[in-house]
């Protein structure tokens, strides 16, 4: 097997959740480009439609399904989708993700649960069901969880994000417990840690700390929309096939000092 072999998705169907805009339509378009049949998932018809034809304008092959995760019933019919439209699922990524801002002693409970059941608990579902559905009996898959360096250490006083930061490290020991369990059956899971990319979700976190976050990056910007893809084809494709368990930051070396 060559090296372009090794990164080549022609034939793959890949469900990405989260994918109608930012860096969930950013990771949707490269795994199209490099031959994926694209499902993509969010909850506003319209974001979703503007994607595809952003993608069917590359010459993407994508379909999409409209669909709040938090909902009952929505993974079922995600999966029903997917697997309707394909036969079978090769690729998740589980990007779908919310935050929410506020000093820990008044956090509303509201806001705790809103960010769990998306960020964590989701994600589980998502993977379970496909798992099972697809990947087990097929002896492969591959499924890249987005959690985020807020996973690597604790919420400040400045960011007060205690429920963002709490989920995303369960989320990096779900990777870990997930390639453990289904690496028996040909299952790679993995998660790449974003560090700050502005985007809707972080707007108005940069606009507060952006100074200090750019100050104490190595490399010294925010992420930008190439940045995710060759960590995610990587995660995505034969050239992991080694690689379980795993999780990769994406964030000019802050996460390193």
Known sequence: M??????????KVALVTGGSRGLGLQMAEALGEMGARVVLNARKADELEAAHEHLRAKGIEAQTVVGDLQKP???AALVDAALAAHDHIDILVNNAGATWGAPAEDYPDEAWHKV????VNAPFFLAREVAKRSMI???SGKIINIASVAGLKGASRAMQTVAYNTSKAAMIN?????????GPYGINVNAICPGFFPSKMSAG?????GETVLQRTPLGRYGGDEDLKGALIYFAS???RHVTGQYLAIDGGASAI
């Open 116 to 119: 769990m059941n998306l960020n």
């Open 238 to 240: 034969e050239a992991s």
């Open 73 to 75: 019933g929505t993974i």
């Open 137 to 139: 009996a097929r002896r």
């Open 205 to 209: 976190l940069l606009d507060q700390i």
């Open 174 to 182: 779900l990777t870990r417990s997930l390639g453990g369990e289904w």
């Open 2 to 11: 060559t090296v372009r072999d090794l990164f080549n998705l022609d034939g």
